[in-house]
């Protein structure tokens, strides 16, 4: 049977080759703006699908499908883009804990429908343009198909916001492009397979934006030997429409679980 999502993902990829150049607009939030920090999250896609793969989870099919690229840096995907928590929502009493497990479902305020994790494609539609979903089908293997992570990231992380859907997701397309071609992006790709210390991961991060963007990165890694799953980069909201430079960048506590050193998994389990 033709498989519609198939030929979606092999479009998608060649519109965003062509249209890529085209700005997006502006990220503004037109309720709740009062937050300080956005987190990039990016997966190291190989990895994400190992982690699935070692936990007995039921394999999306942008794992079961997945193959090897030449361009290494293409592992490196758009998970999603979370705003931190707006003083007007922290004054009725919201930490940050339940900030980060409900975002727009959070009550008493914003107190949206919740996006469920184990149900993404019950999440309403974004209001993509198919321009804007072509890019990000091109970075994000999870959007449409059976998966629906962009449904549910904007549910969960954006639509309480008032975020235009094209300026959301392209927002985390152009930034997702900037890392690819930073110093730390060659360093993922020519590591590619091999296990590389934290130290010189965050070298990496160093000469890509400078020293004091390493305390923005935490990174996430499963099993033992641990291997690099995503990386969650702290940004100051100010910037956001900005490229990436030494200002955009916001300290954050925890380096994450990542240790001395870990593997740059490869496709194949």
């Known amino acids: 049977m033709f498989r519609k999502d198939i030929f979606l993902r092999f479009s998608a990829t060649a ?24 987190a990039l999250a990016l997966s190291w896609q190989t990895g994400f699908c190992q982690s699935m793969h070692d ?14 690229s030449q361009n290494k840096t293409d592992f490196l995907t758009v998970h ?8 007007s929502i922290a004054s009725r009493g919201v930490d940050d804990r339940r900030w980060m497990r409900f975002g727009c479902a959070t009550r008493p305020i914003p107190n949206m429908p919740e996006a469920k ?10 209001g993509l343009s198919f321009e804007a979903a072509a890019k990000l089908n091109s970075v994000m293997p999870g959007a449409g198909g059976e998966s629906c992570l962009e449904r549910y990231e904007y549910a969960k992380h954006g639509v309480c916001f008032g975020f235009d859907p094209d300026a959301y997701f392209g927002t985390m397309v ?4 900037e890392v690819k071609g930073s110093a730390l992006g060659k360093f993922l790709a020519n590591n590619y397979g091999k296990t590389v210390s934290r ?12 020293k004091a963007s390493v305390k923005a990165v935490k990174l996430t890694c ?6 690099l799953t995503e990386m969650q980069i702290s ?35």
């Open 55 to 68: 936990r007995d989870r039921n394999e999306p099919d942008e794992c079961r499908l997945q193959k090897e």
């Open 199 to 210: 130290r010189d991961f965050d070298e990496a991060v160093a000469k890509s934006w400078g």
């Open 80 to 87: 999603g883009l979370w705003p931190s928590l707006p003083k």
């Open 222 to 227: 499963n099993n033992n030997p641990a291997y």
């Open 117 to 126: 994790a184990s149900r993404k494609c019950a999440a309403a539609e974004t």
């Open 235 to 269: 940004l100051n909201a100010a910037t956001i429409n900005a490229p990436l430079t030494a200002a955009s960048f916001a300290p954050q506590p925890h380096p994450g679980n990542c240790g001395k050193q870990f593997v740059i998994d490869k496709v194949g389990y």
């Open 174 to 177: 152009r930034m997702n492009q």
């Open 15 to 38: 519109l965003a080759l062509c249209a890529f150049s085209a700005h997006a607009a502006p990220l503004q939030a037109t309720q709740y703006a009062d937050f300080d920090r956005y």
